[in-house]
């Protein structure tokens, strides 16, 4: 919040204090006023707290561990920590309980043997990449909800566990395209001249780059894999919201906040952080919801091709392909990852044109 | 070397040598660049590491199928899109308007590739209507001619409906607002004043006005569906640019990869210069001098 200069010059004067400060925290509470009454921004929000949650339950929606299970005296939950695990590093914080971490130990035969053990096992009994070998390419029954693949694994557990990868690798990609697109933006915006010259011959040259054959070659010279895809994505992205924030630099840079700023003697990275940079920020959040979206279409596009994401990991895109691979055996494969990238890309969608309305000020008269 | 057949030590490496100085590699990278770029000014893109043809002579052969279907795409696409977003503007925010807007918003968020493998399931597996796999059915060159119009006619249905269904949702979007936009100013309220009936104002007054930013959208979709949409190309078996740049992306056929990026790129400079260039034209008011 750009409260800092503004205060300062009226440090003296409580009242306006108040005032300058109430205004600048103004602009976002009436951004969210209005997102609130957007119908389908609010469908496009609710739509993406789903699939927020889907991402975020992992094992503990669907996998082969149970959620809490009392095994030899022992109470201990499995699955929790399976699912704390997936952040980086968080494995030398609390590791795996004992028998649970060796692979060849198989919980969901090994605890019901016990006599005094009992679990509580996930809506989805299945690992997402352990196999059921009697049940291949079957369709939906009561073990598997939504059937199995080739080679007999449980689609709903990776469909599940897929959200996870589709969400990560869409908000990811953006969030380095941000960053640069930001910095580069802000650069050209705010200091004009050379700068600004540089910066947007460099975002035309980058706006010629084709961009999915790039990603195709880079993932086929390295080695493929999910940071590739996402570092890939996020380094050739940026160019919408580089554009963006260079105009609204463009129009902020000459209002008088920011002249106040200067004249008070605010460095430049410091008005163009603490001042401009979280006003122009709302229009940019509208290019990085599609861009969100787009990153989420390619992704799963690029896995139907067979590159990025390496298996056994599950995405949306390579069980789409298992499912055209056996169209005339099991077509029941292409109808949860066509329905589950649709609505990813719906909701970003939804997400981004709603803001665009509220942060539009011909369309609120406000802001 | 053990592929090359040659036994004698001194031989695979005469051999080497001549294989290096075949592909330049004997010259520092820089070098190598400004080699390929001189080729590239005299139109030579290099022969293909596959079948050792030129490369150039592969991009024409895999032209008439991208081209193609871009422009069925794109006149089917603008030949829907127009009159859906005229209709909607001049009934705005009436059922019409509100139900086919958010049906095509809706469509819009389905990937042709999605779209592509459900319809092939639907259509082509499952009802055997109609056939997707390649332009082409086995036996084309004995066909009639008519035999061969209704075999172009049917493989291209699918193809084309998933390639133009996403372009339609944005230009009748942009159309309706482009319309709506041009009906809130001065003159087509003295068109209205002076008594013109609702259609000719629409048709002959705003209607042609808001076409100029359509023709933006043109110059600038061409590059896209020219240099092919991979995927759907693959899907689709179809023979063209898009499935061709990725066969060479597969098979590390390098001089093949150089010209896709170097083809697309520089369509969608060609596309940038044309949609100013045509702004231009079409709107006096607009001038780049």
Known sequence: ?367 | MAQTGVEDPKAQQILAEKIRRQFRLDRPIPVQYGMWLADVARGDFGNSYQDGRPVVGKIIERLPATVSLAALSILLGLSIAIPLGVMQAARQNSWFDRGSGTFFYVLYAVPSYVAAVVLIYWVGVKWDLLPFRGMTSDGFGQMSFLGKAEDLALHFTLITFCYTYGSIAVDSRFMRGNLLEVMRQDFIRTARAKGLPEGRVIFKHALRNSLIPILTRFALLLPALISGSVILEVIFNWPGLGRLFFEGIMTRDYPLMMAGIMVSSSLVLVGILLADLAYAWADPRISYA
């Open chain 1, 1 to 367: 919040m750009p409260r800092g200069e503004p205060a300062d010059l009226d440090a003296r004067n409580p009242e306006m204090l108040v005032a300058s400060e109430g205004e600048s925290k103004g602009y976002w509470r009436s951004v969210w006023r209005h997102f609130r009454k957007h119908r389908s921004g609010m469908v496009g929000l609710v739509l993406f707290t789903i699939l927020s949650i889907i991402a975020l339950g992992g094992h503990l929606l669907a996998g082969g561990l149970p959620i809490a299970c009392r095994y030899k005296g022992t109470v201990s939950f499995p699955a929790v920590v399976a699912t704390f695990h997936k952040i980086p590093g968080a494995k030398y914080v609390k590791d795996m309980p004992k028998p649970f971490r060796f692979p060849q130990f198989n919980a969901k035969r090994e605890v019901p043997k016990d006599p005094e053990g009992w679990a509580v096992w996930p809506l989805v009994p299945w690992d997402p990449n352990e196999v059921d070998p009697e049940n291949r390419l079957k369709g939906g029954s009561d073990t598997h909800l939504l059937g199995t693949d080739e080679v007999g694994r449980d689609i709903l557990s990776r469909m599940i566990h897929a959200t996870a990868i589709a969400m990560l690798v869409g908000f990811i990609s953006m969030g380095i395209a941000t960053a640069i697109g930001l910095v580069l933006g802000a650069t050209a915006g705010y200091l004009g001249g050379w700068n600004d010259i540089g910066i947007s011959r460099l975002i035309e040259v980058f706006i010629c780059v084709p961009v999915f054959y790039v990603i195709l070659i880079v993932l086929l010279l390295w080695e493929p894999g999910i940071y590739k895809v996402m570092i890939v994505m996020g380094l050739f992205g940026w160019t919408g919201i580089a554009r963006y924030t260079r105009g609204e630099f463009l129009k902020l840079k000459n209002l008088e906040y920011t002249m106040a700023a200067r004249a008070l003697g605010a460095t430049t990275p410091r008005v163009i952080f603490r001042h401009l940079l979280p006003n122009s920020l709302a229009p940019v959040l509208v290019v990085v919801a599609f861009g969100v979206a787009g990153a989420i279409f390619v992704e799963s596009g690029l896995s139907w091709l067979g590159f990025g994401v390496m298996p056994p990991t599950p995405t949306w895109g390579n069980i789409l392909r298992a499912g055209f691979d056996n169209l005339r055996v099991a077509p029941h494969l292409i109808f949860p990852p066509s329905i589950a990238i649709f609505v990813a890309v719906l909701t970003f969608n939804l997400i981004g044109d709603a803001l665009r309305d509220v942060t539009d000020p011909r369309l609120t008269g406000s802001a």
